[in-house]
C-alpha cells in the first residue's frame, strides 16, 4: 500500500500535511472537554453546599466561561473536521484520479502478452473496483488512521494518573475488546482477501454473457449462462455473508464491553466517593466524569484501528493488484527511428522469422523467409493454424519475432518508434471493430486534425470501401450514429467500415487479415478493383482463405503448420504446390480455376 504513495502529486502531499494538522489540532481540542466538564461538575457540586448569594454569583461567572471555553473548543474542533473531510475527500478522489489515468495510460502500452496475462476482466475490476478499496481507506485514513493512535496515546496519558482501580477496568475491558478483535480478524481476514478474486471471476462471467448474447439465445442456452452467473454470484455472496457474519458480532459485542466499562466506571466510583472525605468527594465525582470520558476515547481509537485492520487486507490485496499493473514493462518496446531513409517505402521483408507465443514450447512460424517490393499484392493462404494471422501481426509489432527479423523499407521493424511504424500501416482486423460515435469518427478515427475529420478524405474512403450506398441510406449520413461496437449495423457494413478506416489514413501498407470474409462477392470484387485503382504503388498483405479474393495477387504465400511451403502466382502454384491445389480444389472446379 505505501508503494501507491509515489504516485501522489505535490498538491497531495500538500493536503497529507494540512489533514495531519487538522487531525493533531481536533485531537488537541476534544482532550480538553472532559477538562472543562470535570470543572464545571465540580463548581456546580460546589454551588449546593453555599448558601451566600455573592460566593454562588462567583461561581456561576466561572461555570459560564468554562462552558464558553468548552463551546469555543467544540465548534473549533467541528470546523477542523469539516476541513478534515473536505481534504480527505479531495486526496481519496485525487489519487483515485491519477491511478486510474496510470493504468489506462500502461495498458495502454500493453502488448497482447501482457494484457493476455491479466484477461480483460481483471484489468476491469483493478481499474475501478480495486481503486474504490484505495480511495476509501485514503478518505478514511486522514481521519481515522491518523487520529486513532494519538487519541489512543494522549487519552492514556491522561487516565494513567488517576485511580488504579479505574486503569485496571480499562485495561480490563481493553483485553476484551482485543480477544473479540483477534475472534473477527482470525475469521474474516482470509474471506476479504477472496473477495477481489471472486468479483474477478463474477465480472468475467458477466462480460462473457454480455458478449456472447447472440450465441446463448441462439443456442437456447440462457439457463446454462444463468447457472454459470449464479454460481458465481453464490461465491461472492456467500464470502460476504460470513464476513458481514463476523462484523454483526463485532459491534454489538464492542457495545456490550465499553457499557460495561461505564458501568464499572460509576460503580467503582460511587465506593470510592462513599468511603472518601467530604472535602474529597468532589474532586473524586469530577475525576471520575473526566477519567469515563477519556476511557470512551481510548476505546473508541482502539476500535478505529480494529476497523483499519479489517479493512487492510482487502486494500492490500487491491494495492498489489494495483502495482501489479503499473510495475509491469510492455515487452515492445520503442525504437528511435522515426522516418524510413528518402526514397524507400512500401518494401518489406521477413528474414529467417521464428515465433512462439509467450510461454509456449512449440513454434508458430519456423524459419519464414519472403520479400514484398513497393506496390506488390501479397497474399497468405494456408490451412487454419497454419500461422497466417500470427504472421501478418509481427509487421506493426502486435508482437516481436523469437527468431530472425522483421524489415520494413530495409530497416528492422523494432528500430522505429511504434507510432512512427504503425503510421505506415492500414490495419484492418479479422474481428471489425467499431467505436461509440458517428461513421464519420469510426472512419477517421486516430486521425489528429479534429473529431470529423477531413470531409472529403472521408468520402473517398467510404467510395472505396464500398459503403457509400448503404451510409447515405443511414439517417444522418456520415454523422449516423455508430453503437458499442457496430451492433445497429451488419458484419458486412462493419467490415466495410473498417477497411474505410485503413483507407482514410493513406499508407505505405496495407494489411487486410481475412478482412473480406462478410462480403459477397460482387462487392468483394468491386472493392478489390477500387484497391488496385486506389493503392496504386502500396503495398498489400491479405490473408484470406477464399481463393477467389487472392488469385490475382502478384504474389500468394502457401503456409502449412508454420512453414512456408509454396511461393508464387496463381497458376504457377497450381503447377506447383500440392497444398495450395488442395485448397484450391475444395472451392473451385476444375473449369472455374482452368485446369
Given at each position: 500500500?505505501?508503494?501507491?504513495?509515489?504516485?501522489?502529486?505535490?498538491?497531495?502531499?500538500?493536503?497529507?500535511?494540512?489533514?495531519?494538522?487538522?487531525?493533531?489540532?481536533?485531537?488537541?481540542?476534544?482532550?480538553?472537554?472532559?477538562?472543562?466538564?470535570?470543572?464545571?461538575?465540580?463548581?456546580?457540586?460546589?454551588?449546593?453546599?453555599?448558601?451566600?448569594?455573592?460566593?454562588?454569583?462567583?461561581?456561576?461567572?466561572?461555570i459560564?466561561?468554562?462552558?464558553?471555553?468548552?463551546?469555543?473548543?467544540?465548534?473549533?474542533?467541528?470546523?477542523?473536521?469539516?476541513?478534515?473531510?473536505?481534504?480527505?475527500?479531495?486526496?481519496?478522489?485525487?489519487?483515485?484520479?491519477?491511478?486510474?489515468?496510470?493504468?489506462?495510460?500502461?495498458?495502454?502500452?500493453?502488448?497482447?502478452?501482457?494484457?493476455?496475462?491479466?484477461?480483460?476482466?481483471?484489468?476491469?475490476?483493478?481499474?475501478?473496483?480495486?481503486?474504490?478499496?484505495i480511495?476509501?481507506?485514503?478518505?478514511?485514513?486522514?481521519?481515522?488512521?491518523i487520529?486513532?493512535?494519538?487519541?489512543?496515546?494522549?487519552?492514556?496519558?491522561?487516565?494513567?494518573?488517576?485511580?488504579?482501580?479505574?486503569?485496571?477496568?480499562?485495561?480490563?475491558?481493553?483485553?476484551?475488546?482485543?480477544?473479540?478483535?483477534?475472534?473477527?480478524?482470525?475469521?474474516?481476514?482470509?474471506?476479504?482477501?477472496?473477495?477481489?478474486?471472486?468479483?474477478?471471476?463474477?465480472?468475467?462471467?458477466?462480460?462473457?454473457?454480455?458478449?456472447?448474447?447472440?450465441?446463448?439465445?441462439?443456442?437456447?442456452?440462457?439457463?446454462?449462462?444463468?447457472g454459470?452467473?449464479?454460481?458465481?454470484?453464490?461465491?461472492?455472496?456467500?464470502?460476504?455473508?460470513?464476513?458481514?457474519?463476523?462484523?454483526?458480532?463485532?459491534?454489538?459485542?464492542?457495545?456490550?464491553?465499553?457499557?460495561?466499562?461505564?458501568?464499572?466506571?460509576?460503580?467503582?466510583?460511587?465506593?470510592?466517593?462513599?468511603?472518601?472525605?467530604?472535602?474529597?468527594?468532589?474532586?473524586?465525582?469530577g475525576?471520575?466524569?473526566?477519567?469515563?470520558?477519556?476511557?470512551?476515547?481510548?476505546?473508541?481509537?482502539?476500535?478505529?484501528?480494529?476497523?483499519?485492520?479489517?479493512?487492510?487486507?482487502?486494500?492490500?490485496?487491491?494495492?498489489?493488484?494495483?502495482?501489479?499493473?503499473?510495475?509491469?514493462?510492455?515487452?515492445?518496446?520503442?525504437?528511435?527511428?522515426?522516418?524510413?531513409?528518402?526514397?524507400?517505402?512500401?518494401?518489406?521483408?521477413?528474414?529467417?522469422?521464428?515465433?512462439k507465443?509467450?510461454?509456449?514450447?512449440?513454434?508458430?512460424?519456423?524459419?519464414?523467409?519472403?520479400?514484398?517490393?513497393?506496390?506488390?499484392?501479397?497474399?497468405?493462404?494456408?490451412?487454419?493454424?497454419?500461422?497466417?494471422?500470427?504472421l501478418?501481426?509481427?509487421?506493426?509489432?502486435?508482437?516481436?519475432?523469437?527468431?530472425?527479423?522483421?524489415?520494413?523499407?530495409?530497416?528492422?521493424?523494432?528500430?522505429?518508434?511504434?507510432?512512427?511504424?504503425?503510421?505506415?500501416?492500414?490495419?484492418?482486423?479479422?474481428?471489425?471493430?467499431?467505436?461509440?460515435?458517428?461513421?464519420?469518427?469510426?472512419?477517421?478515427?486516430?486521425?489528429?486534425?479534429?473529431?470529423?475529420?477531413?470531409?472529403?478524405?472521408?468520402t473517398?474512403a467510404?467510395?472505396?470501401?464500398?459503403?457509400?450506398?448503404?451510409?447515405?441510406?443511414?439517417?444522418?449520413?456520415?454523422?449516423?450514429?455508430?453503437?458499442?461496437?457496430g451492433?445497429?449495423?451488419?458484419?458486412?457494413q462493419?467490415?466495410?467500415?473498417?477497411?474505410?478506416?485503413?483507407?482514410?489514413?493513406?499508407?505505405?501498407?496495407?494489411?487486410f487479415?481475412?478482412?473480406?470474409?462478410?462480403?459477397?462477392?460482387?462487392?468483394?470484387?468491386?472493392?478489390?478493383?477500387?484497391?488496385?485503382?486506389?493503392?496504386?504503388?502500396?503495398?498489400?498483405?491479405?490473408?484470406?482463405?477464399?481463393?477467389?479474393?487472392?488469385?490475382?495477387?502478384?504474389?500468394?504465400?502457401?503456409?502449412?503448420?508454420?512453414?512456408?511451403?509454396?511461393?508464387?502466382?496463381?497458376?504457377?502454384?497450381?503447377?506447383?504446390?500440392?497444398?495450395?491445389?488442395?485448397?484450391?480444389f475444395?472451392?473451385?472446379?476444375?473449369?472455374?480455376?482452368?485446369?
Open positions: 500500500m505505501i508503494r501507491i504513495f509515489r504516485h501522489l502529486s505535490k498538491r497531495e502531499w500538500v493536503l497529507i500535511v494540512i489533514s495531519l494538522g487538522l487531525v493533531v489540532a481536533q485531537i488537541g481540542l476534544e482532550l480538553q472537554l472532559p477538562q472543562y466538564m470535570q470543572e464545571i461538575t465540580v463548581l456546580t457540586m460546589q454551588t449546593t453546599v453555599m448558601s451566600d448569594a455573592d460566593e454562588i454569583a462567583g461561581i456561576m461567572g466561572q459560564w466561561w468554562a462552558g464558553g471555553k468548552m463551546l469555543i473548543c467544540t465548534l473549533i474542533s467541528a470546523l477542523s473536521t469539516i476541513v478534515n473531510g473536505f481534504c480527505a475527500a479531495r486526496l481519496g478522489a485525487g489519487v483515485s484520479h491519477t491511478l486510474r489515468g496510470k493504468i489506462f495510460s500502461r495498458v495502454e502500452a500493453f502488448t497482447m502478452e501482457e494484457i493476455g496475462h491479466f484477461s480483460t476482466a481483471s484489468l476491469i475490476t483493478r481499474t475501478t473496483n480495486d481503486i474504490q478499496q480511495q476509501m481507506i485514503i478518505a478514511m485514513g486522514m481521519q481515522m488512521i487520529r486513532a493512535p494519538i487519541m489512543a496515546v494522549m487519552a492514556f496519558s491522561k487516565i494513567s494518573t488517576k485511580q488504579s482501580e479505574w486503569t485496571i477496568l480499562t485495561g480490563i475491558a481493553l483485553a476484551g475488546m482485543l480477544t473479540l478483535i483477534s475472534f473477527v480478524i482470525v475469521y474474516a481476514i482470509p474471506k476479504f482477501r477472496k473477495i477481489q478474486m471472486l468479483t474477478d471471476n463474477l465480472n468475467r462471467v458477466t462480460r462473457e454473457n454480455l458478449n456472447g448474447i447472440r450465441v446463448v439465445r441462439a443456442y437456447n442456452a440462457e439457463e446454462y449462462q444463468e454459470k452467473f449464479e454460481r458465481a454470484n453464490d461465491d461472492l455472496t456467500t464470502n460476504n455473508l460470513k464476513v458481514n457474519r463476523a462484523m454483526a458480532i463485532f459491534q454489538p459485542g464492542i457495545n456490550l464491553i465499553m457499557n460495561c466499562m461505564s458501568i464499572g466506571i460509576f460503580w467503582i466510583g460511587a465506593y470510592i466517593i462513599s468511603r472518601a472525605e467530604q472535602n474529597a468527594k468532589f474532586e473524586i465525582f475525576d471520575m466524569t473526566v477519567f469515563s470520558n477519556y476511557a470512551m476515547m481510548l476505546l473508541m481509537s482502539f476500535m478505529s484501528l480494529v476497523m483499519i485492520f479489517m479493512m487492510a487486507p482487502r486494500v492490500t490485496v487491491s494495492a498489489r493488484r494495483i502495482n501489479e499493473v503499473l510495475d509491469t514493462e510492455p515487452k515492445i518496446l520503442d525504437g528511435k527511428l522515426t522516418a524510413s531513409p528518402a526514397g524507400v517505402e512500401g518494401e518489406i521483408e521477413f528474414r529467417n522469422v521464428g515465433f507465443y509467450p510461454d509456449a514450447e512449440d513454434y508458430v512460424l519456423k524459419n519464414v523467409n519472403f520479400t514484398c517490393h513497393k506496390g506488390d499484392t501479397v497474399a497468405f493462404i494456408g490451412s487454419t493454424g497454419s500461422g497466417k494471422s500470427t501478418i501481426n509481427l509487421v506493426p509489432r502486435f508482437y516481436d519475432v523469437s527468431e530472425g527479423a522483421v524489415l520494413i523499407d530495409g530497416i528492422d521493424v523494432r528500430e522505429y518508434t511504434q507510432e512512427a511504424l504503425r503510421k505506415k500501416i492500414g490495419y484492418v482486423p479479422q474481428k471489425a471493430t467499431l467505436f461509440t460515435g458517428n461513421v464519420s469518427t469510426n472512419v477517421s478515427y486516430g486521425d489528429a486534425s479534429g473529431e470529423l475529420g477531413d470531409a472529403n478524405e472521408i473517398r467510404l467510395r472505396v470501401a464500398q459503403a457509400t450506398e448503404f451510409v447515405e441510406k443511414m439517417d444522418g449520413g456520415v454523422v449516423a450514429a455508430i453503437s458499442q461496437g451492433q445497429n449495423i451488419s458484419g458486412g462493419k467490415q466495410r467500415l473498417s477497411i474505410a478506416r485503413a483507407i482514410y489514413r493513406r499508407p505505405e501498407i496495407y494489411i487479415d481475412d478482412s473480406f470474409s462478410a462480403l459477397d462477392y460482387k462487392t468483394d470484387q468491386q472493392l478489390r478493383a477500387a484497391l488496385r485503382t486506389e493503392s496504386a504503388g502500396v503495398t498489400n498483405l491479405i490473408v484470406a482463405q477464399r481463393i477467389g479474393t487472392i488469385r490475382d495477387a502478384d504474389k500468394i504465400i502457401v503456409l502449412e503448420a508454420g512453414q512456408l511451403v509454396g511461393e508464387g502466382t496463381h497458376d504457377e502454384l497450381m503447377a506447383s504446390c500440392e497444398v495450395y491445389r488442395e485448397i484450391a475444395s472451392q473451385l472446379s476444375k473449369e472455374e480455376l482452368g485446369a
